[in-house]
């Protein structure tokens, strides 16, 4: 298989790398090497508006002297810039400070199974095939409605590359991941109202990938339904987050059990293990050797073994989210989570979609958030938003030109129920999440 | 200018052997399809950062990114690939797949001629080795060490360091080459302080296209840590944010990330070609009351935003996009100027090699009013001062866009009063300048860190405005 001569000649150039960092002087080290290329794609009013070759490369190094650290990365894979990269790292590390903290993760911690989790399927999709597949899309979209009035176009992107790391307790390690997408965004316009929305698909393998015209019909319905929104006045009602908006609430609640937040003080959830973080009927697990799903992983950023485990179960916060570093600082093992989480899911309740808008009954449905607004050291939590007014489990009217503000403390507690409408094209798997009381500003 | 051209081609070309000869091939490589614009954009660009943290220096890294990105326009088309590797035959199959884009080819011929010339707005010098790198260690101790001094409350401190040395060459289809260095810095310090159980945040730093000595300059890095700290204590005496529409007194400097969301996006040129901006079409209407005034200007001498020529060789302006409330023009990078019949403005840019050039800002700011300051807080009954903000965002179709305050106060009676906690404003662009009712007479620009981002892309950014009055605008607190 050419993958696989191309994984090992990278796992060469990895091996080289650690040599170098041990000839220079380093007393452990570790390197990464990554290859992608790929191709885009975007086709505008039905004609080609972009075509795009990628070809990415890189590599990076941290080498240690002892507990004193250093990194150094390049574009370069030259054997000449090996050793200037390698050579860089040494020479950051003497100077930066002895840290009893860090260094290479535990030997017994490192990946040892790597099952073949199915995150390699090339795409035979050439420019001519994308442009036909962008244009199928995008026409969806355009012929959707009169009212669709423009159209930010449609694009297809194919993407394929090779991770390899390696360090120096012996871990060597490469693997083939493919993603590709098909989006399409247009424009609605209804007197002086105007309106932009979008939809996407994306997979690892292409097959997964919702169909052209359903991505078209979705983007132009979208975009129909937010005409003519209008404020709130200000007040205080229960949220519905749709599955979309949901998944950055617990990318928020990530962030707070994340290491790197804990130990800097900077978590609105400090000392929160083992104490309910949300309510009881909630679990909230990483399934990381799920089946070529877009978040999993054998191994961390680190070459930790990643373990499917619960986060929280019965409501009760049941670990941090650790590196090798972070755990260390904390007292701790590193959970495997160098560089995330993997495939993290809140178990779906029984309600659909339209269940939960039946159990919102009267508040906002959000369905866009704009801004950062979210504090991790205290939790205050204040972001524009755009969504449907509802009135008795029914849509009223759009609604936009809004904030809602809270505390994330209390939002994760005050979560009434979670929905079946799982959105799977992330890293994060919600349904729509439904929250008791926030603050609503407007006119 | 020749001197900067020779020395841009030896960081760029030399390391890889790559000479005219071979630029020339490579675009004729291009021209033989009927292209209306096509270029080959080469960037070398070495950078290193320092952070300390918990009272020791804990990272450091150094990278190295280089590359060259190839295109061809050809009426609304774009043919684009790129490659880290800056070779003939690499360079020549990337020109051989964009041209692919126009099917229909016609012979045309690029020889390299004599470059311009155009000002400069910061040296050509490498940030990097400005101080040796125990300078550097002592610059961030010095700061670790005398932020720690300011207060009892303080818990922790990062301070970080980065600079960046980047080289670019532009080769265009007329045979014109075009060479920039572009040195930039920046400083950060964040604290945390702890008081009875209550944590806080404070954050303040700069920079701008220099070198390290900027830092040590007027003590810069010495006041990010009081400033840091000034605002972390602040923020532990914050009460609940308001919620509603308001009076909204902006503070000058950053807080002019207003004018970045609200309108500058919206007047990107490529958003105006297609129709897609709430603002599309409106050139000669009103936009803002006759008290606003707001350019987009590169040639700001050393600013974050500023840039003597854009990614495609085009040197910067000034460029009024609203004189007295009446709306002028957009940015303008080539392509969407060649469609929209006016001339690029010098805001065409790319975050690399490896990404295509569209319209993006460069220093954002509104000029200076009449009011004195102290005059606009007092004719506010009641209202929010918002002085320092996080980041912001906008939606350029319907042109609601947000932007988060860090640091508010409530005025009451025409007095600032108490503070209060962090909050999103969110606003509708085409209107919220209409009810600007006063205009201070203390512009100011931010100290130098912004970075916008669009289409996955980032490009470093200023801002800056004078005090402003807005008679309304809606204020995400939790006080109803």
Known sequence: ?443 | MTDLLNLVRQAVLTPSGLQDGDIEKIMNCLLSASVDDADIYFQSSHSESWVMEGGIIKEGSHSIEQGAGVRAVSGEKTGFAYSDRIELPVLLEAAGNVKAIVRHGQQAQMGIIKTAKWPRYYPIVNPLPSLATNQKIDLLKTVDSETRKLDPRIEEVIVSLSGTYENILVANQDGSLSADVRPLVRMNVSVIVEENGRREQGSMGGGGRSDYNYFIEQDRALNYGKEAVRQALVNLEAGEAPAGNMTVVLGPGWPGILLHEAIGHGLEGDFNRKGTSAFSGRVGERVASDLCTVVDDGTLPGRRGSLSIDDEGTPTEQTILIENGILKGYMQDKLNARLMGVKSTGNGRRESYAHLPMPRMTNTYMLPGQHDPQEIIKSVKKGLFAKNFAGGQVDITSGKFVFSASEAYLIEDGKITSPVKGATLIGNGPDVLTKVSMVGNDLQLDSGVGTCGKDGQSVPVGVGQPTLKIDGLTVGGTSV
């Open chain 1, 1 to 443: 298989m050419q993958n696989q001569e191309q994984i090992n000649q990278l796992k060469n150039t990895v091996q080289d790398l650690l040599d170098e960092a041990k000839k220079q002087g380093a007393t452990a080290a570790e390197a990464g090497l990554s290859q992608d290329n790929g191709l885009s794609v975007s086709v505008r009013l039905g004609e080609v508006e972009t075509l795009e070759y990628h070809c990415d490369q890189g590599l990076g190094v941290t080498v240690y002297f002892g507990q004193r650290k250093g990194s150094a990365s390049t574009t370069d894979l030259s054997p000449a810039s090996i050793k200037e990269t390698v050579s860089a790292a040494c020479s950051i590390a003497r100077f930066t400070s002895e840290d009893s903290f860090s260094g290479l993760p535990e030997q017994q911690l490192l990946a040892t199974e790597f099952h073949d989790l199915e995150l390699y399927h090339p795409w035979d999709v050439n420019a001519d095939k994308a442009i036909s597949l962008a244009t199928e899309c995008e026409d969806a979209a355009r012929s959707f409605h009169p009212e669709i009035s423009n159209s930010e176009g449609a694009s297809v992107n194919s993407h394929q590359g090779i991770r390899v790391m390696g360090n120096s307790l012996g871990f060597l390690q490469g693997y083939a991941a493919t993603r590709h997408s098909l989006s399409c965004s247009v424009l609605a316009q209804r007197g002086d109202s105007m309106q932009r929305d979008y939809w996407y698909s994306v997979a690892r393998n292409a097959l997964h990938l919702e169909s052209a015209v359903s991505i078209g019909n979705k983007a132009a319905e979208r975009t129909l339904r937010r005409l003519e929104g209008r404020s709130l006045s200000t007040r205080q009602c229960p949220v519905l987050y749709c599955a979309e908006t949901a998944s950055g609430l617990l990318g928020s609640f990530i962030g707070a059990i994340s290491g790197g937040n804990l130990y800097r003080k900077s978590s609105f959830l400090l000392d929160a293990l083992g104490s309910q973080v949300f309510p009881e009927f909630v679990r909230i697990h990483e399934q990381p050797h799920l089946k070529a799903a877009l978040g999993s992983a054998a191994y961390d950023g680190e070459g930790v073994a990643t373990k499917p485990r619960d986060i929280i179960t019965g409501g009760i916060l049941q670990g941090y989210v650790l590196g090798t570093y972070s755990a260390r600082k904390l007292g701790m093992q590193s959970t495997g989570n160098a560089g995330g989480v993997h495939n993290l899911t809140i178990d779906p309740g029984t309600l659909d979609f339209d269940g939960m808008l039946k159990a919102l009954n009267t508040g906002l449905l959000v369905t866009e958030l704009m801004g950062q607004g979210v504090n991790m050291v205290n939790g205050d939590y204040s972001r524009g938003a755009a969504g449907f007014w509802v009135e008795n489990g029914q849509i009223q009217y759009p609604v936009e030109e809004i904030t809602i503000a809270g505390n994330l403390k209390d939002m994760l507690k005050n979560i009434v129920a979670v929905g079946n409408d799982v959105d799977y094209r992330g890293n994060i798997r919600t349904g729509s999440i439904l929250v008791e009381q926030l603050s609503i500003a407007g006119e």
